[in-house]
Structures are given as structure tokens and as C-alpha cells.
């Protein structure tokens, strides 16, 4: 804005110069035919002076009008290398995220696993359910039916070896008698003997394959060793107290599954199953226990009810929110005392 006013500015004082000096030509033309001059006038020298006075004043305008300040010229930004830019951004972020970090160095196992080619799946106890009471010192032969889940045959070579838990006796290892395919099931019997002091016991157990590898899951036989001639093979129903006589019999409890691995919350469903002689109002409610540290069981509670002469069976579904290793039991406390076997059960929440 303010260069164009400079520059109307020195054209109209152009103007008014060439127009002066026009003026002072024609004027000296004049005076020289009129007047006898008494002095010699050198008309040149009034030209040149009227330039340097036009000149002057020029000069004088130019510096006092104010230049305009100089602004420095925008970058205007280029496409391409505006791109490559975040291109390479992007890919200095990208490397830094998946650059690897030191991995925690791992501790060797004494017992190595083997591979997922070789798995056994718990299938069900053929002898001494869990909690089955016995004498102290008793020998007693414990039957596990179990299934190959693996893709590899196993061979007279793959044994059933004992590896923590409650030690029973002097064997701690069986050879399987036949090969096993996959899918296919087999009994493996090993021969133990119970405790000499009253308790409840557990001996873990686990497959083990030619190369001395454990396979992943575990089995065990869990006993109650007791004194006295309650001591039986198989868990009792027999009532234990209480009075009514004999209304209750054949009183046992199971579970729809045993083992569960998963997601959790996860409900399991108990069944008690007996048979009543003659009518009567039984009062009864579940018992349970754990080994696992912490763990706090939530019963229904207690119920009463009449039940005519039959054969009845109990469903009790219960959800757990984590892993627990426990047992589940009904007792009836009234018109007579008697409980059912103890049934395990095994949830390892994912």
C-alpha cells in the first residue's frame, strides 16, 4: 500500500516540474521581446537550477515517506515431501513397537512335559471312588479309566508313574500292558496300600512317555482311612444315628463332571440319589470341603420336606468363580443321620 502512494507521489511532482519549466521558457521568451534586459539572464542556467530544486524536493519526499517493513515470504508447503515425512514417522513408530524385548530367562523343570501329542483325558474311577473308607494298613487295588487325546500310540513303554501327594506303598510306577491308540480308552490298575493312621489321603499321579516326559494332566485316588469296622471298600448309606429305623437307604451323591477346565464362572451339578422305605419328613442339606487355600464354599440352605415311599434324586446346581479342588456331600440329619459317599470335583478356571 504505501510503495503505490510513493509512486503517484513522484509522478505528480514530474508533472509539476516539466510544467514549471515549460512556465519559465515561455516567460523568458516573452520578457526578451518585450523588455531591454539590463542584465544578461543565461537561460540554461535557470533550467538547471529548476531541476536541482526539483530534484531536492524529490529527495526530501522519498525520505520522509515511510518504506513499508518487509515481510518475509511464506513457505508453501510441498506435497511430497510432506508425505515422505510422515511415511517415515511412521515407520520409525511401527519399529520401535515390535523391537524385541529381553525375554525372562526360563528355570528348567525337573520333570519335563511332553509334547501336545501325547495327552490322557480322566474318564472315571472303575475302583475306590474318591473318599472310600478304609482300614489302616488296608491293600487295596485303585482302577483308572483314562483316554488317549493325543496323536500318538502308546506302547508297553508309557508307564503310570506316582509324583507328589500322599505315598502309598511301595509302587510308584506301572507299564501299560497293551498298546493304546488315540481315542481309545484303557484301565490302569496300580496296587496300594492305605496309611496307618487315620486321615484323609490324596496321591497324584501322572502318564509318563519313552522319553521320560510327564504329560500335562494328573490323576489321583484320594482315601479316608479310619479304625474300627466302619471301615468299608465303599463308601456307606447306612444310617449312622438318629432314630426312624431303617427309612433311608442306597443314598449316594455324583456330579455331571468331575474335572472342568474353562471360563468361569462354571456350575456344576450335584445328584443325590436314595430310596425311602416308608414315608417320612426328611430334613437334609449339602456338606462340602476343599484343600485349596482360602476357597469358601456357598450352600443352599437346609430344607424340610415330606416324601413318600420311592426311589428320589436330588439335583443341587452349584457355579463357582474359581478354581477349587473340593468335595460335595448330602447329609440327611433327620428322621435319621445318615451321608452320602463324598464326591470330588475339580475346577481349573482360564
Known amino acids: ?29 516573452g520578457v526578451s521581446s518585450t523588455a531591454q534586459p539590463t542584465a544578461t539572464t543565461d537561460s540554461n542556467a535557470v533550467l538547471t537550477a529548476a531541476a536541482d530544486t526539483a530534484n531536492a524536493r524529490l529527495t526530501e ?6 518504506s513499508a517493513t518487509p515481510e518475509p515470504p511464506t513457505a508453501t508447503a510441498d506435497p511430497a515431501q510432506t508425505a515422505a515425512a510422515q511415511t517415515l514417522e511412521a515407520q520409525l513408530t511401527q519399529q520401535a ?10 528355570t528348567a523343570t525337573s520333570a519335563p512335559t511332553s509334547s501336545l501329542a501325547d495327552q490322557a483325558v480322566y474318564v472315571s474311577d472303575v475302583t475306590i471312588p474318591d473318599g472310600t473308607d478304609l482300614e489302616p494298613n488296608e491293600e487295596f487295588v485303585k482302577t483308572w479309566r483314562i483316554k488317549n487325546a493325543g496323536t500318538t500310540t502308546w506302547t508297553a513303554s508309557y508307564s503310570l508313574v ?16 497293551d498298546n493304546v491308540a488315540p481315542n481309545a480308552e484303557v484301565d490302569i490298575s496300580v496296587t496300594l496300600v492305605a496309611p496307618s493312621s487315620p ?17 500335562n494332566d494328573s490323576i489321583y485316588v484320594e482315601i479316608d ?31 455331571d463332571n468331575k474335572r472342568f477346565t474353562g471360563a468361569c464362572p462354571h456350575s456344576f451339578t450335584f445328584s ?11 430334613t437334609y442339606g449339602l456338606e462340602a470341603g476343599s484343600d485349596t487355600p482360602g476357597f469358601e464354599f456357598v450352600l443352599p440352605a437346609p430344607q424340610t420336606a ?24 448330602l447329609h440327611i440329619t433327620s428322621p435319621v443321620d445318615v451321608a452320602s459317599n463324598k464326591v470330588q470335583f475339580v475346577l481349573t478356571c482360564q
Open 97 to 106: 513397537l515390535i523391537s524385541p524385548t529381553p525375554a525372562a530367562s526360563a
Open 162 to 177: 506316582f509324583i507328589s501327594g500322599d505315598k502309598m506303598g511301595d509302587v510308584t510306577s506301572v507299564a501299560l500292558k
Open 1 to 29: 500500500m504505501g510503495k503505490n502512494n510513493l509512486i503517484i507521489a513522484i509522478a505528480v511532482l514530474a508533472v509539476a516540474v516539466i510544467a514549471l519549466i515549460v512556465a519559465l521558457v515561455f516567460a523568458l521568451r
Open 61 to 66: 519526499l522519498v525520505l520522509s515517506t515511510p
Open 199 to 215: 486321615g484323609k489321603y490324596r496321591s497324584y499321579w501322572k502318564m509318563i512317555n519313552t522319553a521320560k516326559q510327564y504329560f
Open 225 to 255: 482311612v479310619v479304625t474300627g469296622s466302619g471301615a468299608t471298600a465303599e463308601p456307606s448309606s447306612t444310617p449312622t444315628g438318629g432314630s426312624g429305623g431303617d427309612v433311608i437307604t442306597d443314598l449316594s451323591m455324583d456330579v
Open 306 to 329: 415330606a416324601f413318600s415311599p420311592g426311589t428320589f434324586t436330588l439335583s443341587f446346581p452349584l457355579e463357582f468363580n474359581a478354581s477349587v479342588d473340593g468335595w460335595v456331600r
Open 272 to 282: 443325590a440319589s436314595f430310596t425311602v422305605l416308608e414315608a417320612a419328613t426328611l
